[in-house]
């Protein structure tokens, strides 16, 4: 029977995203936060979070590969 492996940065990444959506939705109702500050934090935000997945995968090839 095949083992599959998950990849770890997955449920961390649902537990960190919670309060960072959290904080979001305030930061979003609060009008004293300069909105074009706040939607580069998002973008770089993202930005982050797609080449960290991007690097987990390729790790993770390498890793069933040689081993």
Same mark, same amino acid.
């Given at each position: 029977?095949?083992?599959?492996?998950?990849?770890? $940065?997955?449920?961390? /990444? &649902?537990?960190? @995203? *919670?309060?960072?959506? #959290?904080?979001?939705?305030?930061? $979003?109702?609060?009008? /004293? &936060?300069?909105? @074009? *500050?706040?939607?580069? #934090?998002?973008?770089?935000?993202? $930005?982050?979070?797609?080449?960290?997945?991007?690097?987990?995968?390729?790790?993770?090839?390498?890793?069933?590969?040689?081993?």
């Amino acid at each position: 029977m095949s083992e599959k492996t998950t990849n770890p $940065l997955l449920p961390i /990444g &649902i537990v960190v @995203s *919670l309060p960072v959506l #959290a904080c979001l939705v305030l930061m $979003l109702t609060d009008e /004293g &936060i300069e909105r @074009s *500050l706040l939607w580069a #934090a998002v973008k770089i935000g993202i $930005l982050l979070i797609v080449i960290g997945g991007a690097l987990s995968f390729g790790v993770s090839r390498l890793a069933a590969k040689n081993g």
